[in-house]
């Protein structure tokens, strides 16, 4: 079993690239909350999905160069968000969202920042995200054998 702590305010939202961290559906993520993730399923993503999940988890990704790729316009994994209906832009300039992925070895918790940002039922353009790296587990060699019991996110 693996358990992961995340300081929010303190790491995640601190870095340069990053001004909220929000949930796969564009919402602030509340400290304390119960995580869900996401999983890939091998295919692009559509956020749709993700309502109440706080946590994307990516398979077979080598760094965080080929996962910023991956998760753009034109990758294996690219990204639609989902917005709320009326509230403009799901993803805004400096929104960010926790990734795990793992290279078949280890697994790596990143933060996934937007440059630009991206409406409703759109796909990040390519170039846009930015990954920063935050822990790597070593010897999880898959992402998705993570529970969602075993992450907490604390202000």
Do not use: C, K, P
Request: a negative charge; glycine letters at 12%.
């Amino acid at each position: 079993m693996v358990s992961v702590s995340l300081i929010l305010s303190q790491r995640v939202e601190a870095l340069a690239s990053v001004t909220d961290l929000v949930d796969l559906n564009g919402a602030s993520a509340a400290a304390g909350a119960l995580v869900g993730a996401g999983t890939m399923g091998g295919a692009a993503y559509d956020m749709v999905t993700g309502v109440g999940d706080e946590f994307l988890m990516v398979t077979d990704i080598a760094s965080a160069s080929a996962l910023e790729t991956a998760l753009e316009l034109g990758g294996t994994f690219a990204i639609t968000t989902n917005g709320t209906a009326g509230t403009g832009a799901d993803m805004a300039a400096g929104d960010a969202f926790l990734v795990a992925y793992d290279n078949g070895v280890s697994t790596t918790i990143a933060v996934v920042a937007t440059t630009a940002g991206a409406g409703d039922n759109a796909t990040f353009a390519s170039g846009d995200l930015t990954v920063t790296d935050l822990i790597t587990l070593t010897g999880i060699t898959d992402s998705e054998t993570i529970a969602a019991t075993d992450l907490v996110l604390i202000a």
